[in-house]
């Protein structure tokens, strides 16, 4: 697969950058850019910042050329913060032992407070400004959200925040009143798949629907939709599935994604048995019409429920193997000839 690392806005974006830029001698202190996931908000605010701190006078875009731009792209601008939730590795300093890396979920108010020095500081250049970008802004919990609000409410000169967030209902009003909120587009199907072919993505419409209109996510996870195709063979074959041998298939990228990749047939399967209609799996609706066919309505809603409930323990240390063939256990027996109504 080819992948423009080149890009610099998405095609579906051109509108709202040039909205933006339009008004660019006007730069209010804080931007929120709020949408659903996989549509490239993080891209764009990362190139924002950019071209906000980019030293040629055009200011359209990051010329990509002069130091600011390099130490960008290097990761190393003096001028540019980025907060998000952080990684932790849990220590035994006794012992010298380091157990497995931890993620966090949350933006803590540490991490908040932190940012006084950086808001007090001037620019490295002279006249420019220092950007902080907090992604994703739904991380932030009740402490670390009202002491950035506390900056926002006492802008500090030159310093400008972008805001990211798929879940614009989780943060706290009064935040979202001193941004400026610019909704982010979603790509249309014909936009999607004009620039998945730009990418070199075989089957792209195929991957579109599974990955429910992201195109970002049908490059980022690409290897997940190969697997999960290998599986969706095997769940094609109803009742003569081999759960002890398709288990293992289902959970060989990561238990999740194995879920998921179950989740996402069960909604098909239950939506065409009582709409007739397919989100995920488009191509594979004759087969997901003749398994409807033959299942039992109540098993299939209970099966939907008890894999719901193990999506929830999913990054449990449990013998997920052993759930997930129980699970496709009970998935054969919705289509037994005793288990039709």
Sequence with gaps: MIINHNLKIYPWQSQAWQQLHANKQQLP????????????????????????????????????????????????????????????????????????SKKKTQISVAQIRDLTDFVGLSSHHQGGLRIILIHPAEALNNASANAL??????????VVFLLVT??????????????????????????????LNEQGVSNAQHQLSYFGGSPLKVVAESLQFSQANKFLQLLAQGDKLQAHSAAPALIANSVEAGIVALQKWLYDLISVKYT??????????????????????????????????????????????????????????????????
């Design 149 to 158: 609000l506390k900056m926002l409410e006492e802008p500090a000169e030159g």
């Design 29 to 100: 202190h804080a931007i929120l850019m709020h949408g659903t996931k996989g549509i490239g908000k993080y891209d764009f605010a990362r190139y924002l910042s950019q071209t906000l701190l980019c030293t040629q006078q055009s200011k359209v875009a990051a010329c990509g050329l002069c130091a600011s731009c390099h130490w960008f792209n290097e990761g190393s601008h003096p001028d540019f913060k980025l907060i998000s939730p952080e990684q932790e590795d849990e220590a035994d300093n006794e012992l010298g032992l380091v157990k497995k």
């Design 166 to 195: 798929h879940q614009l209902q989780r943060l706290l009003p009064t935040i979202i009143s001193r941004c400026q909120k610019i909704n982010m587009p979603i790509p249309n199907q014909a936009q999607s798949l004009a620039w």
């Design 276 to 341: 007739r209609e397919v989100r995920y799996h488009r191509v594979d609706i004759h087969v997901l019409q003749t398994l409807a066919e033959k299942a039992n309505p109540g098993k299939l809603l209970q099966l939907q429920k008890n894999l719901n409930e193990l999506r929830k323990l999913a990054l449990h240390p449990l013998n997920h193997e052993l759930q997930i063939e129980g699970l496709l256990v009970e998935y054969t027996r919705v289509f037994s000839k005793s288990a039709v109504n």
